[in-house]
């Protein structure tokens, strides 16, 4: 009885993990350096798991505050090893506007490091609202 209870168990986080991955969102990353002042908190300091977010994430500046879970799903051009695997949590604290901005989320240096490797640039993600 106890086997088969552990075995559900099993399955069900399995389920629950697989089902976890099918609804994040798809997009691309790139990283910035300069954090400071930021459309949502103007000089005050958020740390450094930041993000600017693209325009289709924006929302008229309601995205300020958002925490995104953000994984590497693989690289955008030819550098190897783009993902260094895991995830980061970050913050919404600016907007990366359009045209300029070329991902869906901006990350901070030190977030895009956590998950993707640096000299790849910009890299493709798998993102959730949390």
Same mark, same amino acid.
């Given at each position: 009885?106890? &086997?088969?209870?552990?075995?559900?168990?099993?399955?069900?986080?399995?389920?629950?993990?697989?089902?976890?991955? !099918?609804?994040?969102?798809?997009?691309?990353?790139?990283?910035?350096?300069?954090? %400071?002042? !930021?459309?949502?908190?103007?000089?005050?300091?958020? $740390? %450094?798991?930041?993000?600017?977010? !693209?325009? $289709?994430?924006?929302?008229?500046?309601?995205?300020? $505050?958002?925490?995104?879970?953000?994984?590497?799903?693989? $690289?955008?051009?030819?550098?190897?090893?783009?993902?260094?695997?895991? !995830?980061?949590?970050?913050?919404?604290?600016?907007?990366?506007?359009?045209?300029?901005?070329?991902?869906?989320?901006?990350?901070?240096?030190?977030?895009?490091?956590?998950?993707?490797?640096?000299?790849?640039? &910009?890299?493709?993600?798998?993102?959730?609202?949390?």
């Amino acid at each position: 009885m106890a &086997k088969a209870a552990a075995a559900a168990l099993l399955v069900a986080a399995l389920l629950g993990c697989l089902v976890s991955a !099918s609804l994040a969102d798809q997009g691309t990353a790139t990283y910035y350096t300069v954090y %400071t002042p !930021s459309a949502c908190y103007g000089y005050q300091d958020e $740390g %450094t798991m930041i993000a600017a977010a !693209s325009d $289709g994430l924006w929302d008229n500046g309601a995205a300020c $505050g958002r925490m995104y879970q953000v994984s590497c799903a693989g $690289g955008t051009n030819a550098t190897p090893n783009p993902c260094k695997g895991g !995830s980061v949590t970050v913050k919404i604290v600016d907007r990366c506007p359009s045209p300029g901005c070329q991902a869906t989320l901006d990350l901070s240096q030190e977030a895009f490091n956590t998950i993707g490797n640096l000299d790849a640039g &910009k890299i493709l993600i798998n993102y959730n609202q949390v």
